[in-house]
């Protein structure tokens, strides 16, 4: 543990080092962005995981983006005891680089060194790569040393670097920020959700408990059953590029921190962030014919639909 800890120490130094070398060596283009999202307290997150909070945010162009995106690179804390880290810890934006050969190697070495970080933290088993500490022993270990507010993922991040002509033939003509909405439904065979059905908290009787298993013994061969849930909302931003055959070239990653553009002749549009609307989670909801088991458990069934089969026939 002490040994750790003196890697640790090593690792934040090195990282520091090195944000400081990148900081005074990288060239920037004065165009810039940057999505200021309000912040969201650990009483109002549950609200928010469910869909039913709106985020307000406030655009911000060229040189004060340029700041917002440099701090938020090297920010790893959440601003207060009160914000959740898991929405403090996203900060969206876009910066374009205008010598990218000359910090690349910082680049890639700035990552690399985050990498060793989360492995340190983890305690990664050099020769499985299995973690030996849990999640417990890890919060521990992080948060004894550098205190409770430090938001892990987000040291942990690396920098994403999009190469603007990824060929001859295409550039990056523009990006766009949006809010995604996500569907993260956990699918069960039916005899295990019989067993969910008996091992939840569902508040139902025996009766009512044995009927619905009877329902999923029923449908079993017409019916698929899942929990319900949904993803925190994120922000996503699609790089469109030019169109190769007649059709344009789209790549959509995570926008959880700022983004670095290279290697572009023109600079890209950039379309700022979309209005946070938590109503579209409802309408990803759409398009299968839902029936509720039991609202408390979020257990659903829907028919297996044609295009279930063709996938389960390939």
């Known amino acids: 543990?002490?040994?750790?800890?003196?890697?640790?120490?090593?690792?934040?130094?090195?990282?520091?080092?090195?944000?400081?070398?990148?900081?005074?060596?990288?060239?920037?283009?004065?165009?810039?962005?940057?999505?200021?999202?309000?912040?969201?307290?650990?009483?109002?997150?549950?609200a928010f995981s469910a869909g039913e909070l709106i985020l307000g945010h406030r655009d911000r162009f060229?040189?004060?983006?340029?700041?917002?995106?440099?701090?938020?690179?090297?920010?790893?804390?959440?601003?207060?005891?009160?914000?959740?880290?898991?929405?403090?810890?996203?900060?969206?934006?876009?910066?374009?680089?205008?010598?990218?050969?000359?910090?690349?190697?910082?680049?890639?070495?700035?990552?690399?060194?985050?990498?060793?970080?989360?492995?340190?933290?983890?305690?990664?088993?050099?020769?499985?790569?299995?973690?030996?500490?849990?999640?417990?022993?890890?919060?521990?270990?992080?948060?004894?040393?550098?205190?409770?507010?430090?938001?892990?993922?987000?040291?942990?991040?690396?920098?994403?670097?999009?190469?603007?002509?990824?060929?001859?033939?295409?550039?990056?003509?523009?990006?766009?920020?949006?809010?995604?909405?996500?569907?993260a439904d956990q699918r069960l065979l039916p005899d295990r959700a019989k067993h969910y059905l008996y091992n939840c908290n569902s508040g139902l009787n025996d009766e009512q408990l044995k009927a619905l298993s009877q329902q999923i013994d029923d449908t079993r061969h017409s019916h698929r059953f899942y929990v319900r849930k949904t993803r925190n909302a994120s922000v996503n931003v699609s790089l469109y590029y030019g169109a190769v055959d007649g059709k344009p070239m789209v790549n959509t990653i995570n926008a959880a921190q700022p983004i670095i553009l290279c290697n572009y002749e023109d600079a890209p549009t950039i379309r700022p962030l979309s209005a946070h609307i938590p109503q579209k989670r409802k309408a990803n909801r759409q398009g299968h014919a839902w029936i509720c088991l039991n609202e408390a458990m979020n257990l659903y069934t829907r028919p297996i639909t044609e295009a279930d089969r063709k996938r389960e026939e390939r």
């Open 62 to 183: 060229n040189v004060q983006a340029q700041m917002r995106c440099l701090n938020a690179l090297q920010c790893f804390h959440r601003p207060s005891r009160d914000i959740s880290g898991r929405v403090a810890g996203k900060y969206p934006g876009i910066l374009l680089l205008e010598n990218h050969e000359d910090v690349i190697d910082t680049i890639v070495a700035i990552n690399t060194t985050k990498t060793a970080i989360k492995q340190c933290v983890q305690d990664v088993d050099p020769v499985t790569g299995a973690h030996r500490r849990n999640h417990l022993q890890k919060h521990e270990f992080l948060h004894q040393h550098r205190g409770a507010e430090i938001i892990s993922y987000q040291l942990y991040r690396h920098i994403d670097v999009i190469n603007c002509r990824p060929d001859t033939d295409t550039a990056l003509k523009s990006v766009n920020f949006y809010w995604a909405y996500k569907n």
């Open 1 to 46: 543990m002490v040994n750790d800890f003196a890697r640790f120490n090593s690792l934040l130094t090195t990282l520091d080092e090195l944000y400081e070398s990148l900081y005074s060596a990288m060239r920037l283009s004065p165009t810039a962005y940057f999505a200021d999202i309000d912040d969201v307290t650990k009483e109002d997150f549950k």
